[in-house]
């Protein structure tokens, strides 16, 4: 998130410090997978994302999850000023 905030603002998108912040979002995302895979109680088991109704039905739940937190964050930029 704060690559994307600070991207094409304050630091121009291809910069050293943007890239870094993007390589460190995809390694802990990486990292979060490779535990989920090895967990013994992981928190979101493997076999029910298979599922292709549970697949379908959490890609609508967890855009509307982002569209809340995206303009609860522009409220916050609007106002503010």
Do not use: D, K, Q
Not at 15 to 21: M, R, T
Not at 44 to 65: D, E, F, K, M, Q
């Amino acid at each position: 998130m704060l690559a994307l905030n600070l991207g094409g603002r304050s630091y121009p998108w291809f910069s050293a410090p943007i890239i870094v912040l993007f390589a460190i979002a995809l390694g802990v995302g990486a990292a979060f997978v490779l535990r989920l895979a090895t967990a013994p109680e992981p928190l979101i088991p493997i076999a029910i994302l298979v599922n292709p109704i549970v697949r379908w039905t959490s890609l609508p739940t967890h855009s509307a999850g982002a569209r809340s937190s995206a303009s609860t964050f522009s409220c916050r930029c609007i106002f503010r000023a």
